[in-house]
């Protein structure tokens, strides 16, 4: 069993504060497995990479990704004074947002429902050691 209280549990794991910088694109909407195909492709790659294969990607998460991407390394140059040369994608992934649900008619009048889903995109970016 785990030490101490519930709430000193939640302290304790809060204080170490992660300075790497990030950007978040909340309630997108595209789905996290659309999204996730977008992401396999640019994960552990150098950022000028990483905006090549966002920039030629035929997917529509690509696009999002693209602006994201851009967002997060203008945090590191602007934040943390951090070099764009020596940035790399340490961590992006995909958790899922709220549905939206819709009605579709259908014959006979039945009706079928539609799930517009979204997901929250994030991008951590690191510097790269010589």
Avoid: W
Wanted: proline content about 3%; aromatic content about 6%; glycine content about 4%.
């Amino acid at each position: 069993m785990a030490k101490g209280h519930r709430s000193q549990i939640k302290r304790e794991r809060n204080a170490v504060k992660d300075t790497r910088p990030s950007a978040k694109l909340s309630y997108a909407r595209v789905s996290v497995t659309k999204a996730c195909f977008v992401l396999d492709a640019i994960r552990g790659k150098d950022v000028r990479t990483a905006l090549a294969i966002l920039t030629y990607s035929p997917r529509y998460a690509s696009s999002l990704l693209k602006k994201l991407l851009q967002s997060a390394i203008a945090n590191a140059e602007n934040n943390n004074g951090l070099k764009e040369e020596n940035l790399y994608i340490a961590e992006c992934y995909a958790n899922k947002g709220p549905t939206m649900k819709r009605i579709r008619p259908r014959a006979q009048g039945r009706a079928y429902r539609i799930e517009k889903r979204t997901s929250h995109l994030t991008i951590v970016l690191d510097e790269r050691s010589k």
